[in-house]
């Protein structure tokens, strides 16, 4: 694991924020271990077109999933300073991994919104027929606390499945996700629970959308995939209209996007996933 400066979002800084006014007009800070948070962006984009948005993608640091709980929360402060010198009126953890491990201490530390990712297992829960339901998660997740509690408030409406799947992210960070080695990886994750009559699969992290298609081809038409942005974009709309912080102006809102590591791998992943060229800026 690489050597990490230590970054705590200080009392200081904190007590700056807290004295700082955000404007409607200020940007919406998304963020995520790599490209994984812009299906979440994409969906944000979509249902708050005025919405500026800065996205950032920790690639240097990718997976989180395989990293310790202050490794993470580290992360997660850096970035949200960052956002707040550009002046944010929110931040959205698009990372099931970043929110599970340091969503709390950041909400402690900063006093604008601060909108996580939560797996969709209670809808999950209800949908399964079989009442065999499974989330696939990273290692990371898989192993927090908060996460099992969240698992355990549904287990008396349905069996709930927790499938960590080291070596996805990285496959799709690489841009390989319709590989071969992908589609191996993804069903010796997959069978078992499909042998296991496992009919509804949430998603548990926000790389994994970006392999719906694979889960799909693996899993048949019969089984559900359940995901995650359009809850979180309709929090994030509740959170900004209750704070009066929604964009009042009738332009088209801009994007821009940022990544800790640059490179054409990065460029034409992002390029890719977003549907059109752009620019990709370096973090910090
Ligand atoms: N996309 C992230 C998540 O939702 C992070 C995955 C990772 O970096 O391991 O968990």
């Keep these: 694991m690489p050597k990490q400066k230590k970054t705590n979002i200080t009392a200081e800084n904190s007590a700056a924020k807290n004295k700082r006014q955000v ?34 993608a920790d690639t240097l640091h990718a997976p989180y999933g395989d990293k310790s709980t202050e490794f993470i929360q580290q992360r ?14 929110a931040i959205v953890v698009a990372c099931n991994t970043a929110t599970v491990n340091a969503i709390d201490q950041l909400r402690n530390n900063i006093s604008i919104p601060v909108i996580g990712v939560e797996p969709a297992i209670k809808p999950a829960a209800s949908l399964s027929k079989n009442k065999k339901v499974a989330i696939l ?18 287990r008396h409406i349905s069996d709930v499945i927790i499938q960590p799947c080291p070596g996805l992210v990285e496959l799709i960070e690489r841009n390989e996700n319709n590989s071969a080695e992908c589609e191996l990886l993804l069903s010796a994750y997959l069978q078992p629970l499909l042998d296991k009559g496992v009919d509804t699969i949430v998603l548990g992290c926000t790389h994994y959308p970006l392999v719906k298609g694979l889960i799909k081809k693996i899993c048949g038409n019969h089984v559900v995939i359940m995901e995650t942005a359009l809850p979180v974009t309709e929090q994030l709309q509740r959170q900004l209209t209750r704070n009066n912080l929604i964009n009042s102006s009738t332009n088209k809102g801009t994007s821009s996007f940022y990544s800790s590591k640059h490179g054409d791998i990065q460029q034409a992943l992002f390029n890719h996933i977003w549907q059109q060229p752009l620019q990709l800026n370096s973090y910090p």
């Design 23 to 56: 404007t409607n007009s200020d940007p919406i800070g998304i963020f995520d271990s790599g490209v994984g948070g812009l299906s979440i962006a994409q969906c944000i984009h979509q249902q708050l077109p005025h919405e500026n948005l800065l996205y950032v």
């Design 76 to 89: 997660v402060n850096e970035i949200a300073q960052w956002f707040i010198e550009r002046s944010a009126k």
């Design 137 to 154: 998660v990273t290692k990371a997740t898989a192993e927090n606390q908060r996460f099992l509690a969240l698992v355990a408030q549904y």
